[in-house]
């Protein structure tokens, strides 16, 4: 039934409308609680990130009534040129929402000849994203409109088949969900442990007061039992005031010459500010394009290890960070921070509470720019290396299970992405689907 969007709405199956007009919808009426709204930002493939989320009074809200979303819409990113052409299903775990007016929804009529689920899918795939970003109109800023939304080539099988594949994605999808929020909650731990070290110094108090730290005694023997003052305030006695570089290495990038093939689509991983500010999770696996070793040699840029963070220096994303979970390279924009001290989760934690003040401290006529000099200049406390090294040993397991959720996660979305082509082209049998699902999550 029908070839694209289009034919699907004129056969008033589904509707297309636009997010509210800027003029209706302004950054004064946002305020920390509310009724939800969409941004752009807060769309990611396949789902909704509600830590983007914005909220408005229940009287405005009122207002943009019409722009109400329930269960089973989907909502595009109309604009940007990372964010144009993502899509993402609304969930009943979304609850009230309205659209934004960076949003574009799609919203099913008639249930009985399409699935919510499947055609979630279905316009989230990567070619009708692929699709969607090269019809869209602009080449700087691209923009997304209804017309080019609803030209949007579209594969319906039967309906029995469309919950079928629904079924057999979504278990992936859930699996891969299930995994990203266990790496929140993993990585949410470490940081919290690194906190009670070195930001509160629980375990100083503790000592000080004559309490328990609760920790095995080879690390608590690393800690001291009182305070004394510094430049930055209370810090544990014997500790010490400098830049992050003394515990750190910085290494930069750089981008081979893009009119030599030669230097291009080869084995090795290459890193663009895009690659880090699009990365939702802890570490970086795979990278929108690869280099040779030409191109390594020309560019005068170096192999990254594993586990060192990335920051994004400059651009419109400036401390935008990640660890790297490979081995690659990098392009100019971007910074990596490597631990001398043997303790990369530790600086990798570090850096995450640092980033805010290193950001304000940058410079730049259109966008901050974070320099050498950014990581040279900052002042934190340092701990001595011995108890970075035990706060490192004491968590790394703990990014080691990220890394492994990570890569088992890209695993399952490359098979959720080669199967959807091929369960409605009937290439693929159902049956034959579950049973390899069955095999690998």
Same mark, same amino acid.
């Given at each position: 039934?029908?070839?694209? %969007? /289009? ?17 209706? @919808? ?56 990372? #964010? ?11 609850? !009230?929402?309205?659209?934004?007016? /960076? ?19 279905? +316009? ?15 080449? &700087? ?6 017309? +080019? ?28 969900? @299930? ?8 990585? #949410?731990? $470490?940081?919290?442990?690194? *906190? ?7 375990? +100083?108090? #503790? ?24 430049? @930055? ?54 990278? !929108? ?35 790297? /979970? ?6 100019? &924009? ?8 043997? $303790? ?13 003040? @290193? ?22 406390? %340092? ?43 009937? !290439? ?10 069955? *095999?690998?999550?």
């Amino acid at each position: 039934m029908g070839e694209s %969007l /289009g034919d699907l709405a004129k056969q008033g199956a589904i509707t297309i409308s636009t997010g509210p007009f800027g003029s209706a @919808l302004h950054a004064h009426d946002y305020q920390p609680i509310g009724v939800p709204v969409i941004p752009t930002e807060a769309i990611e493939p396949g789902r909704l990130r509600h830590d983007k989320i914005v909220r408005i009074t229940e009287e405005k809200a009122r207002e943009l009534a019409r722009h109400r979303l329930k269960p089973g819409d989907i909502v595009f990113a109309r604009r940007g040129a990372q #964010a144009c052409g993502l899509s993402a299903p609304v969930t009943e775990e979304d609850g !009230e929402m309205i659209a934004g007016t /960076g949003v574009i929804t799609l919203q099913i009529l008639d249930r009985q000849k399409i699935d919510p689920g499947f055609l979630a899918c279905a +316009v989230g795939a990567p070619d009708s994203i692929l699709w969607l970003k090269h019809h869209a109109v602009g080449a &700087t800023m691209p923009n997304l409109n209804s017309s +080019v939304i609803l030209s949007l080539p579209i594969r319906l099988p039967d309906l029995k088949t469309q919950r079928a594949i629904a079924h057999i994605l979504g278990t992936l999808d859930h699996k891969i969900e @299930l995994n990203r929020r266990m790496n929140e909650t993993l990585e #949410a731990m $470490a940081r919290a442990i690194f *906190k009670s070290w070195f930001v509160d110094f629980d375990p +100083v108090r #503790a000592k000080a007061e004559g309490r328990d730290p609760g920790l095995p005694k080879h690390i608590v023997d690393l800690f001291p039992d009182r305070f004394e003052y510094c430049e @930055l305030g209370e810090m544990p006695a014997g500790w010490e005031v400098g830049s992050i570089l003394k515990q750190a290495s910085l290494l930069s990038g750089g981008t081979p010459k893009t009119d030599r093939k030669d230097y291009w689509d080869g084995d090795i991983l290459w890193a663009s500010a895009k690659d880090v500010s699009q990365c939702s999770q802890t570490f970086l696996i795979e990278t !929108e394009r690869t280099i040779t070793e030409s191109g390594l040699e020309e560019s005068a840029t170096q192999l990254i290890p594993p586990f060192c963070t990335v920051v994004v220096a400059r651009g419109a994303t400036t401390g935008r960070m990640v660890l790297f /979970g490979r081995e690659m390279a990098m392009n100019q &924009t971007c910074y990596a921070l490597a631990s001398i001290t043997d $303790a990369p989760s530790a600086l990798y934690c570090r850096l995450r509470r640092e980033m805010e003040d @290193l950001v304000h401290a940058a410079h730049g006529s259109v966008f901050d720019t974070i320099t050498t000099s950014t990581f040279a200049n900052s002042r934190v406390v %340092l701990p001595p290396v011995a108890l970075l090294k035990a706060f490192d040993q004491s968590v790394f397991s703990i990014f080691q299970r990220i890394l492994r959720n990570t890569e088992e996660a890209q695993v399952l979305a490359v098979l959720r992405d080669t199967l959807l082509p091929k369960l409605i082209s009937g !290439e693929r049998r159902v049956k034959d689907a579950e049973r390899l699902i069955g *095999k690998v999550s």
